[in-house]
Each structure stands twice: as structure tokens, then as C-alpha cells.
């Protein structure tokens, strides 16, 4: 079913009221354009949202009274029968280092407190870059992922006012197994920076859409991202995924 545009910001505008569920919302999803204006509905909806930016303010932190970083995952085992191919991903990336992202140093982050916290995700990667002293939090869309870039950028930055920055960041320095402590320990918590992050492999939509912010063809989805100071990166690998490179910042 195709909206025109008036009928694009009412779907918007009833959403905005679960702001923090907001990436879920069915209109963040839309791929094409409207019917009446021909903008695309990522386009519209992220003017609106520009014009909205307060409403962001309006997600709550969650504190989580067990430590982010859990000592299990020290061990990393993968099941490789399973279709969970983005999160198969995730984990054969862990403690790779690329770049300006840094290195991984957790997957699978969780966000909840108790089991009260319905609708709490989890943060795909964590990394860290040791030159500019940097926290990524990473939302990331994997090869053949049909989710908008729009959904990936709201989904990194919602969880990222979601998460108690201080315990996170004291959570990872202090657990005594977690590579962080044992590679950065010289670092001053004090001084780390987190950022909302969006990693994108080749052949996903938001993968696609990105390259339509990269040629000017979606102005106000990059005017959202930069307002919301969420990054990009892509991460290419060859068709045998036994390789890593090019880590790009947008």
C-alpha cells in the first residue's frame, strides 16, 4: 500500500508518542516513496523528526543492576547450523580490531534490568577505539537484512540514551576478564567517549540507502544521523567472509 505524504506524518505522529519504540514502528520500515510527492518516506519522516528532536529527550535510561559485560562471553562458541546469520556474524568479528572503529570487545550486549523492561534489545557490538578513546555502540545490519537505514540509525540511537553510559564504561574496565582490562587498562574512564553507531555489510537495504545518503539523494536522513551524531561504518568482506577490511567511517 502506497501513502501520500500527509498520510506518511499522521502515521508518524501517532507513533511519537512511544518514542522509545519508535524504530519499530511500521512507517520507519517504508522502502518507497509516497504516492502523491514521490519523496521517499525515510525523507519525510525524518524531516518531521528534525522538527522533533525534543521528543528524543523523552527516553528513559535503564541502569542495570547486574554488570553489562558478562564474563561468558569470553568464550565465544558458535553454532553454525543456526540461520541467526547476523549474530553469527557479530561473533566471529568479536576481538578484531579494524581501524578507526577499534577493536570488538563484546556482542549481544543486553539492556534490560529485570524482566519488567519488555522491549529491550540488545546492542549488537561494542568496540573500542583506543586513539580517540571512543565507546561504540554498534547497531549492525548484516548481508540480505531488509531493515531501512532510518530504523538502524533510530534503533543505535535509542539504545544508546537507553544504557547507563558511566556503569557501562566502569562496567568494562572493571571486570577483571573482559578484554577491555586486560588490552586498556591505562586508559582513564573519565575520558571515554560514547558514541551510537550504525555497521553496514554490503547487499542490506540500509546498506543501499546509505549509498543514496552518500549521492545527495537522502539529505534529511543524513541532516538526522549527523543531529543525532550517530556514525557510520561499512565493513566489506569477500564472498568467502574469511577476511575483514575497509572500514569506512561516514
Known sequence: MNYTKDETIIELQKELSTIANLYNAAC???TEKTKDSK???SEIIANELLRNLKEFDKIATVTRSSSYCRENHAKIEIDLSSNRNEEIFAKRIANLNFDELGTIVDYQVPLKDTRQDKGLGKIDLISFDEKNKTLYLIELKYKGNKETLLRAILESYTYYKIVDEK?????????QKFLLNKLYNFVNPEEIKVVPTVLLVPNCQASDDLTDVETGERPKLQALAL???VKFFTLNIDVSGASFQNILPF
Open 39 to 41: 519523496e521517499y518516506y
Open 28 to 30: 520507519v520500515k517504508w
Open 227 to 229: 543531529a543525532l551524531d
Open 167 to 175: 556503569k557501562l564504561i566502569n562496567d568494562c574496565f572493571n571486570n
